[in-house]
């Protein structure tokens, strides 16, 4: 079995042996899983976060062939992406999985092409470039080649002295066939090989990397084989991922896959630009979209389902955070279009990346899909929602914390969009509702838009759809009244979570947690023109003493600072008493990031209900 068939369905259906017990590797399944606090001194500065990426995966006819794709098909593919659907946003093509063969390596150990192509990365880089499209490649930057491993002419990058094959244990082996084996990060010139893989791929001109199977580096573990190789262990792993995030830059997006994301992501959200939070979609179907196991386990796949994973790691997600990545989407696979609509409903307000695992020759007349402009606009502006929540409950234990049918998220400009779902097979319809002034938090009546109906449904106080079996609803929310941005929809960090114990808030809830270093709220807020504006937070501090956090606004693409305040807050009188603060800062025209968050000179706690810009 080449490596990459991994990545289609043989995690439901093992098809890689056991390489050793765990006694025989002294690994045993409890020791695999052991979790050591990250250290502080490594976060990642910057997430952009939002919307994943729009693009086409040769992932569809890996899975379906069990080879790896042939130049002429992936050819095929890109013209047709590049003329369907690319004017709709899917401007990447991404290879994917099946890649063990590939043996021709540079002088560093680098594999120049997929195996068997006339063609390089560059000249298909430059292929894709001059059709108005990008290059994504799927490799681990941990994986050395047997070639490599076997000629020791090949040196590290940057590192002459030493050789490729010295960053490796025998019998390390990522695959049965023994073409690849781990690199050992503790080794002298590990660093560099893995800094210098990715630099590679940036350099000729990709601008995204898929790394697959860090589960099995971080604890040899499979949780259907149990264990199967060498556990590298919590600090290897965390090291790789550092160098990885810090030679990735902003040069290229990285994308984790087939992480165990123990405590809750805290590593993978770090470093990662996105993760995967569900198990292999194989060959599509609704089963794979909703179905299976419903309950949580401690390792890879933490949830089975793109529902239950963008519902359990919602809390991760959002403006500035990192992006919530399911398996590709196989929109021929589903028995109805219902189905069909429902699977891009759930992706679109979850903020994930869509990859098309359909092709040319198989999406028949299903394409348009993937078309929607009016949701595509949305995205575009930076789209990432949240399951309703309940209560401030882990998902992990408390199904009930959170409601997966029913979707909302707010727009920078403030429109919201909400989206509800029917997840049951059974034949009878469903109703489902969200009352704007409970969840969203408006006082008057808002206008309503079918997005996929492409019409205006009325000036409402809530959105109530009756739902067949699979069935979906996703509709733009237009209020009538001054905009507050609501704390409960935006990006957290650190500490900062969803509550709703105290009375007096706005919509779902509000955030807290907001009183140790690291801990912040972001919110993506648009601008109509630059220059002062003043930020009135809806705050209460029942701490019984003054508190402050510091509140900054950053361009949402590059991170650079464009102003910093403070927002100070004497006592309330207890937690349900809300009162609004003003904090003056310079905003950019359009879209920005206003982070309110814990610094060093901070004291005190504060809980934050929703932030107004006053021009």
């Given at each position: 079995?080449?490596?990459?068939?991994?990545?289609?369905?043989?995690?439901?259906?093992?098809?890689?042996?056991?390489?050793?017990?765990?006694?025989?590797?002294?690994?045993?399944?409890?020791?695999?899983?052991?979790?050591?606090?990250?250290?502080?001194?490594?976060?990642?500065?910057?997430?952009?976060?939002?919307?994943?990426?729009?693009?086409?995966?040769?992932?569809?006819?890996?899975?379906?062939?069990?080879?790896?794709?042939?130049?002429?098909?992936?050819?095929?593919?890109?013209d047709w992406i590049a003329e369907e659907l690319a004017p709709y946003g899917y401007r990447m093509a991404c290879t994917d999985g099946w890649i063990d063969a590939d043996q021709a390596v540079t002088s560093h150990g680098y594999i120049k092409s997929l195996n068997g192509w006339e063609h390089d990365w560059g000249w298909w880089a430059d292929y894709l470039e001059a059709r108005g499209m990008h290059l994504g490649v799927y490799y681990n930057p941990l994986w050395v080649t047997k070639s490599a491993?076997?000629?020791?002419?090949?040196?590290?990058?940057?590192?002459?002295?030493?050789?490729?094959?010295?960053?490796?244990?025998?019998?390390?082996?990522?695959?049965?066939?023994?073409?690849?084996?781990?690199?050992?990060?503790?080794?002298?010139?590990?660093?560099?090989?893995?800094?210098?893989?990715?630099?590679?791929?940036?350099?000729?001109?990709?601008?995204?990397?898929?790394?697959?199977?860090?589960?099995?580096?971080?604890?040899?573990?499979?949780?259907?084989?149990?264990?199967?190789?060498?556990?590298?262990?919590?600090?290897?792993?965390?090291?790789?991922?550092?160098?990885?995030?810090?030679?990735?830059?902003?040069?290229?997006?990285?994308?984790?896959?087939?992480?165990?994301?123990?405590?809750?992501?805290?590593?993978?959200?770090?470093?990662?630009?996105?993760?995967?939070?569900?198990?292999?979609?194989?060959?599509?179907?609704?089963?794979?979209?909703?179905?299976?196991?419903?309950?949580?386990?401690?390792?890879?796949?933490?949830?089975?389902?793109?529902?239950?994973?963008?519902?359990?790691?919602?809390?991760?997600?959002?403006?500035?955070?990192?992006?919530?990545?399911?398996?590709?989407?196989?929109?021929?696979?589903?028995?109805?279009?219902?189905?069909?609509?429902?699977?891009?409903?759930?992706?679109?307000?979850?903020?994930?990346?869509?990859?098309?695992?359909?092709?040319?020759?198989?999406?028949?007349?299903?394409?348009?899909?993937?078309?929607?402009?009016?949701?595509?606009?949305?995205?575009?502006?930076?789209?990432?929602?949240?399951?309703?929540?309940?209560?401030?409950?882990?998902?992990?234990?408390?199904?009930?914390?959170?409601?997966?049918?029913?979707?909302?998220?707010?727009?920078?400009?403030?429109?919201?969009?909400?989206?509800?779902?029917?997840?049951?097979?059974?034949?009878?319809?469903?109703?489902?509702?969200?009352?704007?002034?409970?969840?969203?938090?408006?006082?008057?009546?808002?206008?309503?838009?079918?997005?996929?109906?492409?019409?205006?449904?009325?000036?409402?106080?809530?959105?109530?759809?009756?739902?067949?079996?699979?069935?979906?609803?996703?509709?733009?929310?237009?209020?009538?009244?001054?905009?507050?941005?609501?704390?409960?929809?935006?990006?957290?960090?650190?500490?900062?979570?969803?509550?709703?114990?105290?009375?007096?808030?706005?919509?779902?809830?509000?955030?807290?947690?907001?009183?140790?270093?690291?801990?912040?709220?972001?919110?993506?807020?648009?601008?109509?023109?630059?220059?002062?504006?003043?930020?009135?937070?809806?705050?209460?501090?029942?701490?019984?003493?003054?508190?402050?956090?510091?509140?900054?606004?950053?361009?949402?693409?590059?991170?650079?600072?464009?102003?910093?305040?403070?927002?100070?807050?004497a006592a309330s009188r207890d937690w349900s008493h809300w009162h609004d603060v003003r904090v003056a800062l310079t905003l950019a025209e359009g879209t920005n990031f206003i982070t309110t968050s814990f610094g060093a000179g901070d004291v005190g706690g504060l809980n934050i209900d929703s932030v107004t810009i006053s021009t």
């Open positions: 079995m080449a490596a990459g068939g991994l990545t289609g369905a043989s995690l439901m259906s093992p098809s890689v042996s056991a390489a050793s017990t765990a006694e025989q590797r002294g690994v045993t399944a409890d020791t695999a899983l052991t979790a050591i606090e990250v250290p502080d001194t490594i976060m990642k500065p910057f997430h952009k976060g939002g919307p994943g990426p729009l693009y086409w995966s040769t992932y569809g006819y890996n899975n379906a062939m069990g080879v790896q794709i042939p130049e002429s098909v992936w050819k095929a593919n890109v491993v076997s000629d020791r002419s090949i040196r590290v990058a940057g590192r002459p002295d030493i050789a490729v094959a010295d960053i490796v244990n025998p019998g390390d082996w990522f695959d049965p066939g023994g073409q690849l084996q781990w690199v050992d990060a503790t080794k002298d010139g590990a660093e560099e090989y893995v800094k210098g893989y990715v630099e590679y791929f940036a350099n000729l001109g990709a601008v995204y990397l898929r790394i697959d199977f860090l589960s099995y580096y971080e604890t040899g573990f499979d949780q259907s084989e149990g264990t199967i190789g060498v556990a590298h262990g919590r600090d290897s792993y965390i090291n790789a991922l550092r160098w990885i995030a810090e030679a990735a830059t902003d040069k290229l997006q990285v994308s984790l896959v087939m992480p165990n994301l123990l405590q809750h992501a805290e590593a993978e959200r770090q470093y990662g630009d996105l993760i995967r939070i569900d198990n292999d979609a194989s060959f599509g179907t609704w089963l794979l979209l909703s179905g299976l196991r419903e309950t949580w386990q401690p390792i890879w796949s933490q949830w089975q389902n793109p529902f239950q994973g963008f519902t359990g790691f919602s809390d991760v997600s959002g403006p500035g955070q990192v992006i919530l990545d399911g398996d590709p989407l196989t929109i021929s696979s589903y028995q109805h279009d219902i189905d069909r609509q429902s699977a891009i409903n759930l992706f679109v307000m979850a903020g994930a990346a869509i990859a098309i695992a359909d092709q040319y020759d198989t999406i028949g007349s299903h394409a348009s899909f993937y078309k929607n402009e009016e949701i595509l606009d949305l995205r575009q502006a930076g789209l990432v929602g949240k399951p309703v929540y309940l209560n401030s409950h882990s998902y992990d234990w408390d199904q009930a914390s959170r409601d997966s049918e029913r979707w909302v998220a707010q727009l920078p400009n403030g429109d919201w969009v909400v989206a509800l779902f029917n997840r049951a097979d059974a034949a009878t319809e469903v109703s489902r509702t969200v009352d704007f002034a409970d969840v969203l938090g408006l006082t008057r009546p808002a206008r309503v838009r079918d997005l996929w109906a492409h019409e205006d449904v009325g000036t409402l106080t809530s959105w109530t759809t009756s739902l067949g079996p699979h069935g979906s609803s996703l509709v733009k929310v237009t209020p009538l009244e001054a905009i507050r941005h609501q704390a409960d929809v935006g990006g957290w960090s650190g500490g900062a979570h969803f509550e709703n114990t105290f009375n007096g808030h706005s919509g779902m809830g509000y955030v807290t947690g907001l009183d140790t270093l690291g801990s912040s709220l972001t919110l993506a807020i648009a601008i109509p023109h630059a220059g002062s504006h003043d930020c009135i937070f809806r705050v209460a501090n029942g701490t019984g003493k003054p508190a402050s956090l510091t509140v900054s606004a950053h361009d949402p693409e590059s991170g650079k600072t464009h102003s910093v305040g403070r927002l100070e807050v």
